[in-house]
């Protein structure tokens, strides 16, 4: 009887913190970190759930880009802060990606993460100059099997998932493809509008207003299907049956948080992606709103790290 007792008060105890725990957070402004440029693809994405969350959690959530190391930077930031829900991080697929090309990290990329849900996914976009000679998917992987030189393809660094889409493109179709990295930004773009490198591949966000423009030409897009906002643009999977990339963006925290606040915090990025503006203005971004339990989410970035590694090993990338 003494047991059962205690048993009782010790759980009436725990639901009135768990319920004080609810009903406190969030007790000030929430840093939301990313680890890229502003302006770009996590910066923009971060910004429109940024505006959600503020909505739903009435608290200030502050958008702080930590640039650096493929997101690296940010990533190690976030794993070693104060797990109590104040200090989140936009993770992207270079999440995986540096984890199946960097011999160490600061942190574990699955373990010293609460994961709270996905919020978009998007494919690729493999363009080039819009005088280039091919036509196709198809023609440009033939020049490429068929010249000495290959042909180039940029990326916004080395072991980002865009090198990690191009690696895998090559493996795919048996093409010779060079890797010229950039710093990220427009770089990629700009070298191909200079002709100083023959394929973009990168984000529609990133590609849509020199494709709008007529200075760069869609050959394809990284999906199964072909993509609502270039909707002409074929998929890889037409020319390449076993092909399909599709990058992600997803808040997370430090390990360490209760489950309490991981729901709350699941429950309003589930809110922010029903909302059909949030869901116009990721459309216009060349994304499609995605929600996942945090469990599934955990499931995925481990699948993908496997994934990518197998990458790495058959491309023969050097770890960095």
Same mark, same amino acid.
Not at 13 to 35: E, K, N, Q
Not at 64 to 81: D, F, L, N, Q, W
Not at 136 to 148: E, F, I, P
Not at 160 to 187: C, F, K, N, V, W
């Given at each position: 009887m003494k047991n059962l007792r205690r048993a009782l008060t010790t $759980?009436?105890?725990l639901s009135l913190v768990s319920g004080a725990v609810m009903a406190d957070y969030p007790s000030r402004p929430i840093t939301l970190i990313h680890g890229f440029g502003a302006g770009g693809n996590a910066d923009s994405v971060a910004r429109v759930v940024a505006a959600g969350l503020e909505k739903q959690l009435g608290q200030t959530v502050v958008v702080e880009p930590r640039t650096g190391a493929g997101g690296t930077i940010a990533s190690a930031y976030v794993a070693k802060a104060n797990p109590d829900g104040h200090t989140l991080i936009m993770l992207t697929g270079g999440h995986t990606a540096s984890a199946a090309v960097r011999k160490e990290l600061q942190y574990d990329p699955v373990n010293d993460f609460s994961m709270i849900s996905t919020v978009s996914r998007f494919p690729f976009v493999i =363009?080039?100059? =819009?005088?280039?000679?091919?036509?196709?998917? $198809?023609?440009?992987?033939?020049?490429?099997?068929?010249s000495k030189q290959g042909v180039t393809y940029s990326s916004v660094g080395s072991g980002s998932t865009q090198h990690l889409t191009g690696e895998l493109l090559a493996a795919t179709s048996s093409a010779d493809m060079l890797h010229i990295p950039y710093r990220g930004g427009g770089a990629p773009v700009m070298a191909v509008l200079a002709g100083d490198v023959d394929v973009l591949i990168d984000t529609v966000t990133v590609a849509a207003p020199q494709l709008q423009a $007529? =200075?760069?030409r869609a050959l394809a897009v990284t999906s199964k299907q072909p993509w609502p906002l270039l909707p002409d643009a074929p998929a890889v999977h037409d020319t390449l049956p076993n092909y399909e990339v599709m990058s992600w963006l997803g808040v997370a925290g430090p390990a360490g948080m209760s489950d309490e606040v991981v729901e709350k915090l699941n429950g309003a990025v589930k809110a922010v992606l029903n909302d059909p503006e949030v869901q116009a203005s990721l459309n216009k971004m060349g994304s499609e709103?995605?929600?996942?339990?945090?469990d599934e989410m955990r499931t995925m970035i481990a699948d993908t790290i496997e994934q990518w590694k197998q990458v790495v090993s058959t491309a $023969?990338?050097?770890?960095?």
């Amino acid at each position: 009887m003494k047991n059962l007792r205690r048993a009782l008060t010790t $759980g009436l105890f725990l639901s009135l913190v768990s319920g004080a725990v609810m009903a406190d957070y969030p007790s000030r402004p929430i840093t939301l970190i990313h680890g890229f440029g502003a302006g770009g693809n996590a910066d923009s994405v971060a910004r429109v759930v940024a505006a959600g969350l503020e909505k739903q959690l009435g608290q200030t959530v502050v958008v702080e880009p930590r640039t650096g190391a493929g997101g690296t930077i940010a990533s190690a930031y976030v794993a070693k802060a104060n797990p109590d829900g104040h200090t989140l991080i936009m993770l992207t697929g270079g999440h995986t990606a540096s984890a199946a090309v960097r011999k160490e990290l600061q942190y574990d990329p699955v373990n010293d993460f609460s994961m709270i849900s996905t919020v978009s996914r998007f494919p690729f976009v493999i =363009a080039v100059k =819009a005088d280039h000679p091919a036509k196709d998917l $198809g023609q440009l992987l033939d020049s490429a099997r068929q010249s000495k030189q290959g042909v180039t393809y940029s990326s916004v660094g080395s072991g980002s998932t865009q090198h990690l889409t191009g690696e895998l493109l090559a493996a795919t179709s048996s093409a010779d493809m060079l890797h010229i990295p950039y710093r990220g930004g427009g770089a990629p773009v700009m070298a191909v509008l200079a002709g100083d490198v023959d394929v973009l591949i990168d984000t529609v966000t990133v590609a849509a207003p020199q494709l709008q423009a $007529g =200075a760069l030409r869609a050959l394809a897009v990284t999906s199964k299907q072909p993509w609502p906002l270039l909707p002409d643009a074929p998929a890889v999977h037409d020319t390449l049956p076993n092909y399909e990339v599709m990058s992600w963006l997803g808040v997370a925290g430090p390990a360490g948080m209760s489950d309490e606040v991981v729901e709350k915090l699941n429950g309003a990025v589930k809110a922010v992606l029903n909302d059909p503006e949030v869901q116009a203005s990721l459309n216009k971004m060349g994304s499609e709103a995605w929600y996942s339990r945090p469990d599934e989410m955990r499931t995925m970035i481990a699948d993908t790290i496997e994934q990518w590694k197998q990458v790495v090993s058959t491309a $023969g990338i050097p770890l960095q």
